[in-house]
Structures are given as structure tokens and as C-alpha cells.
């Protein structure tokens, strides 16, 4: 079969899935676009040349391009109508709505810029009460959201220098993390190793830590040495629900009901974050009771005990 001439909408089409995937160098996207012609038996011809009004035209049309000498093409901004279904408006509403008031606002920008001014979509119904600290959209929080992530791509230790909530400033050598999202508030969630436990019998729970992401001032580059942890350590914990709760069911992945019976259910579950887990404890009140590790329900009793002494100051 002799070759044909390509297409010059599915050519441009091809050149804007490769820029949205990543920025590209011209070298990438005449390898990857003689490829796509090749696949359709079309001639490249000068592919440099084709690339390069290509680029132009796009541009002309409202395409924000960026480039430069010896730097790869980066799609900035793209206006390429986006048709919708009434429930997909609703759905795209719904997130720009969550992500707003998550404090990303500027990825609710992004995603209102998918559909035209005059088409934007209605409000939606859903309310939600998040109360995040900061924007984190704000400059300084996104750079560091930002150097995060990329530092989380090379599964490398790094450092960061911390600012607590009562001002004190450290520097802390992380191992294994990830961004978490809790209650509103974004979290790097790290694996500590220099972490002085207090309490050995949980010491190694102990080094998964929380630093909240507005609190952190900076970072290093990623060290030479890789993470040496693949998971998180974790611990199993039992509790006994009972009252209102008597016929709880387990929404997370990691709880199971181990028994039940008359007015009761327990369930086990591994926890990799035992502050939280703390807190999802004491809000079900006197509803539930721990079964173990002893070193848990101990502390639970503790706190009951603290709350109910300082309540009792207030009467």
C-alpha cells in the first residue's frame, strides 16, 4: 500500500494529546509524531517544519504555548471546547464546589476553565464543611505542595525544617511519605527512623508522624538514599461497639467485624496513624471500648478521665 498524506486535524489533535500528557521537546515530538504517522501509513516529510506550524497555529487559535531555546513546549492553557452532559455539569460543579472549599483554589480555577463562561455550571447542592488553615493555592504553600511532590516521585529521603504549633522549629529526616488529606487539612504523612520513641512497646508506630503541610518551611533535594520502607508500619487494634452503634459496619478497607451478638460488634483494624485513629475512637463517646492493645485502652481511659476531671472544674 503507498503511503498517504496525513491529516492535518488528526496530525494537530495527536501534537495536543502528547503536550497534554507532559511538556515535550521538539526531538520527542517529531519521534513520537513520526511514529503516529508511520502507524498510519502516512509520510512524515519534514516533521520538524510540521511540528513547528503546527505549534503556530495552535497558538493563533488561543492555545497558550510556552517555549524557548533548548527548553521543551509546555501547553499552559487550553481552550479546546469540552461538550457536557447535564450530569456531568452537575459533577464538575460539585468538584470545583469541594476543592474550593478544601482551599484549592486554584485547581477549582482550572477545572471552571474547562467550559465556557456563558456555559459554566449551575451551583451545586452539595454543602460541605470543610475549614482548612490556609489557601493552599496561595504561592508559597502550592511551591511547597509542589516540591513535595516531586521529592515523593524519587522515593528518596529528604529534609524538611518544621515550624510546630508552638513555634518551635526543627529539622526532620524523612523515609517513606505521602500527602494525606484529613478533616480539611493537608498532612505529609512520613515515616520518621530517628523519631525517640517514648514508649517502646509502640515505638515503631510512634515514627509515622504528621506535619502539617502550611507549617513547613522548606526542604532539601532528595538524598542518594532510597526509602527504606515500601508500607507504612502499622498496628492492630480491637474495639467493642455497642448502643447506637451496635450495628456498625466497617466503610474502611482495613476493618473487619471479628464478632457480634446481642446489643454488640467488634471490629479489628490496622492503623497507620494512631492520632487519628485516637480521635475516631473518642468521638463515638460511650458507645465504644477498646479491646486492645492494652497500651491503648489505656490511654483512652486516660483521656475519659482528663475530660471528665476538667468538666467537672467548669461545674
Not at 10 to 21: I, N, P, R
Not at 101 to 119: K, R, T, W, Y
Not at 179 to 191: A, C, K, M, T
Not at 258 to 275: L, Q, S
Request: proline residues 5%; contains cysteine.
Amino acid at each position: 500500500m503507498s503511503p498517504q498524506s496525513e491529516n492535518p486535524f488528526s496530525f494537530t489533535l495527536e501534537l495536543l494529546k502528547l503536550l497534554a500528557q507532559k511538556p515535550q521537546t521538539r526531538e520527542e515530538l517529531c519521534t513520537s509524531l513520526t511514529a503516529y504517522l508511520s502507524s498510519k501509513n502516512c509520510t512524515s516529510g519534514d516533521i520538524s517544519q510540521k511540528v513547528a506550524r503546527t505549534v503556530r497555529r495552535l497558538r493563533d487559535a488561543g492555545f497558550e504555548i510556552e517555549s524557548a531555546p533548548h527548553r521543551p513546549y509546555r501547553l499552559q492553557t487550553s481552550n479546546f471546547p469540552v461538550i457536557l452532559t447535564p450530569a456531568q455539569q452537575e459533577a464538575l460543579a460539585m468538584a470545583i464546589a469541594i476543592l474550593a472549599d478544601m482551599g484549592f483554589s486554584a485547581e477549582a480555577g482550572h477545572l471552571s476553565q474547562i467550559v465556557a463562561a456563558e456555559d459554566e455550571p449551575s451551583q451545586t447542592l452539595l454543602k460541605t464543611d470543610f475549614s482548612p488553615p490556609v489557601d493552599y493555592s496561595r504561592d508559597r504553600t502550592q511551591k511547597i505542595v509542589e516540591q513535595l511532590r516531586s521529592r515523593l516521585e524519587t522515593q528518596h529521603r529528604f529534609v524538611i525544617r518544621y515550624r510546630s504549633s508552638s513555634g518551635k522549629e526543627n529539622n526532620y529526616d524523612l523515609d517513606r511519605s505521602e500527602l494525606r488529606l484529613h478533616n480539611g487539612v493537608l498532612y505529609l504523612f512520613s515515616f520518621v527512623p530517628a523519631w525517640n520513641s517514648w514508649r517502646s512497646s509502640k515505638s515503631m508506630l510512634d515514627r509515622n508522624r504528621l506535619f502539617r503541610v502550611d507549617r513547613i518551611l522548606s526542604m532539601t533535594r532528595p538524598s542518594d538514599v532510597p526509602w527504606c520502607y515500601t508500607i507504612f508500619p502499622t498496628e492492630t487494634f480491637r474495639y467493642r461497639m455497642s448502643g447506637p452503634l451496635a450495628n456498625y459496619r466497617p466503610r474502611r478497607h482495613q476493618e473487619r467485624v471479628i464478632d457480634e451478638g446481642n446489643g454488640f460488634v467488634e471490629i479489628e483494624t490496622r492503623e497507620d496513624c494512631e492520632f487519628w485513629f485516637r480521635q475516631r475512637i473518642l468521638q463515638y463517646g460511650s458507645n465504644v471500648r477498646v479491646l486492645s492493645p492494652e497500651w491503648f485502652a489505656r490511654d483512652i481511659e486516660k483521656e475519659w478521665r482528663k475530660a471528665f476531671t476538667v468538666s467537672s472544674q467548669r461545674l
